[in-house]
């Protein structure tokens, strides 16, 4: 395989109405491996459960039968799309009047459940990011569950509208080779998305609908297989919900669908099988005819293609894998026989139930054509078997070779991509979370205020240095012992000012023991919130309080700030509030007064200076 920019690592998603199905797929020199397999049950709603209600109330006349998730009609045959190459059988369920409502209802919460799958899909993305894969891209694909088909004919007796504006210029260009083409404003699809239009009025959305090109019957008509999505599908609503979250995604690639997947795998297995083997056939589109089967659970799809064409298509309901391989071997000799295909150069199968078996019964019945399982051309996983494929991860792994394909692969996979416009536009995000973006947005506003505060006061201090400067040299040295002495003269008020302060201060409050306790409590329950004091008594040297608070924490830090001891704790519940009746008592100092320590210190200096005077007045007697 060849790479392709950056796309080593691709995240493969499938989408069903049970379960979110993926693969992480990493594209290596050798090719294509799975590292990593997910698997999400979905979890908003139930499943789909039956798409029409039990029809338990039905008269004894009626003679219709159930076969799966449709109502038969009445007057068509037993399994009839088996039976009808043409496609005109309408699969639509057929309901009594009685249960429109019920079915209208049902259909609503349907949509509701199957809308969105984000929870499961940033689920996968985070574990693939905590393994150390970073960077990876998406790619969605949905099953036939989401899936429409309607085969379209243009030109022939069986469409006027196409008669109505036939030319000879579009005589030229129907003879030119079939392409692939998208249903969202190609010209070549208009005339083929008005007849999509008038079979399903108001169903199809021109962007999510891809033509693959049948090979036609007549001289001068062209048919094709128009595969759209129905109006639930989960994964354009999945993905806008998430951006709109402003959620990190990874780029998204593409979304395709189960049916042209299928198609462009059947070709690259017959060429890529051509080249392992001796094969005479040529390495052309136009030479291989290729029988493809997949035999799944709830259907069993049929694809006979001849080059780049279709040939047939036919969704078996009543065919599943849980049916017997000779059951399915003759189901598809039948269908083969009845609209004439002839034989097969090769035949694709892909079974999610008794693979090998399956594989063994179509060698017998189909002798002269070789059988390849289509698995085999799949990505292998990095060696351990527990990453083998079952069940939609096969889709997830399909879907991630248009991303990593090789050459041939690009040219074998119809250009099919249901993501709308917007959807493909890069995300813009932010190569780190959005704390660290506040972060940075706090820094830059600190730094640019203290810049401007900077410039801002080397302004004013230019401006005074201008008042300075035209100021006289001789008055400013004039006045420098004048100003020196105010200075000292101020400094001496001011410490003489602070000196009686600290005096006064302990004259007015804190004279004694009693008032600096009651000081010293008073603080300490202004600290403390949600305490009050009731109480207050002497006893002897200690000092007894009583009081309440809301929180026994509160007691306990009052006690542990005022350096006392819990003596009684109670508690109680007034009008619906916890209420804590407390007793402590602490200790009272016994310290004098600041104001008589200060006077006993100015008693010490005189008597301590009166015998130096004493003496002086001695020694000069």
Not at 241 to 251: H, Q, S, V, Y
Not at 258 to 284: C, I, K, M, Q, W
Not at 454 to 459: G, I, V
Request: proline fraction near 5%; hydrophobic fraction near 40%.
């Amino acid at each position: 395989m060849k790479r392709i920019g950056s796309t080593e690592y691709v995240l493969g998603i499938s989408a069903s109405p049970k379960a979110i199905n993926a693969v992480l797929v990493h594209n290596t020199t050798d090719g294509p491996v799975i590292l990593k397999k997910f698997h999400r049950s979905r979890g908003r709603g139930d499943t789909f459960g039956p798409l029409t209600p039990e029809l338990s109330d039905r008269s004894s006349g009626d003679s219709s039968f159930h076969v799966g998730e449709y109502v038969q009609r009445p007057d068509s045959m037993f399994l009839g799309s088996e039976f009808q190459g043409s496609g005109d059988f309408d699969s639509a369920p057929i309901l009594p009047d009685s249960l429109e409502s019920g079915y209208s209802e049902m259909s609503m919460s349907m949509y509701e459940s199957a809308k969105k799958f984000d929870i499961e899909l940033l689920d996968i993305i985070t574990e693939c990011k905590d393994a150390g894969y970073d960077e990876f891209r998406i790619a969605f694909t949905v099953g036939s569950t989401f899936l429409e088909t309607e085969e379209i004919l243009i030109g022939g007796d069986e469409s006027p509208s196409f008669k109505k504006g036939r030319s000879a210029k579009k005589d030229k260009k129907s003879k030119k080779k079939k392409k692939f083409s998208l249903g969202n404003g190609s010209r070549s699809s208009n005339a083929r998305m008005e007849a999509l239009k008038e079979k399903h009025p108001g169903e199809v959305d021109e962007g999510k609908v891809t033509f693959l090109p049948m090979k036609s019957k007549k001289e001068g008509e062209q048919r094709s297989l128009a595969v759209f999505t129905k109006a639930f599908e989960p994964v354009g609503p999945t993905i806008a919900d998430i951006r709109a979250r402003k959620r990190p995604l990874p780029p998204v690639e593409l979304f395709d669908t189960e049916f042209t997947l299928y198609h462009g795998l059947a070709r690259a297995v017959y060429l890529l099988s051509a080249e392992s083997v001796d094969s005479p056939r040529s390495n052309t589109y136009e030479e291989g005819r290729i029988l493809f089967v997949r035999a799944g659970v709830g259907d069993t799809i049929v694809m006979f293609i001849e080059g780049e064409e279709l040939v047939l298509f036919e969704s078996l309901r009543s065919i599943t894998a849980i049916d017997p391989p000779e059951t399915i071997c003759s189901r598809v000799l039948l269908l083969q026989d009845e609209i004439g295909l002839g034989d097969a150069d090769m035949v694709v199968l892909l079974g999610e139930e008794r693979e090998s078996g399956l594989v063994e019964s179509f060698r017998t019945f189909f002798p002269d054509t070789r059988v390849e399982l289509l698995r085999s051309y799949l990505p292998k996983h990095a060696g351990d078997g527990a990453l083998a494929l079952h069940g939609e991860a096969i889709l997830a792994a399909a879907v991630t070779l248009r991303v990593i394909g090789s050459d041939l692969h690009k040219k074998v996979f119809p250009p099919v991509n249901f993501l709308p416009k917007d959807l493909l536009k890069a995300q813009f995000q932010l190569p780190f979370s959005w704390q660290i973006a506040a972060t940075y947005g706090v820094l830059f506003c600190t730094s640019l205020f203290f810049v401007y505060r900077y410039f801002a006061q080397r302004h004013e201090i230019e401006l005074y240095r201008y008042e300075l400067s035209h100021i006289p040299e001789a008055l400013i040295e004039a006045n420098v012992k004048v100003l020196q002495s105010r200075i000292d003269s101020l400094r001496a008020q001011t410490i003489g000012y602070l000196t009686s302060l600290d005096v006064l201060d302990s004259l007015l409050v804190g004279s004694d023991a009693w008032s600096r306790a009651l000081e010293h409590t008073a603080d300490v329950s202004a600290d403390v919130r949600g305490i009050w004091i009731e109480r207050w008594s002497e006893d002897g040297d200690f000092l007894r309080l009583e009081g309440n608070a809301t929180d026994r924490d509160e007691v306990v830090a009052f006690a542990t700030q005022s350096n006392a001891t819990i003596e009684t704790l109670s508690f109680s519940e007034i009008r619906g509030w916890p209420v804590y009746s407390f007793s402590m008592r602490r200790r009272i100092p016994r310290e004098l007064p600041k104001a008589a320590v200060y006077l006993r210190n100015n008693v010490i200096l005189d008597n301590a200076n009166a015998p130096a005077e004493k003496d002086q007045d001695s020694v000069g007697d």
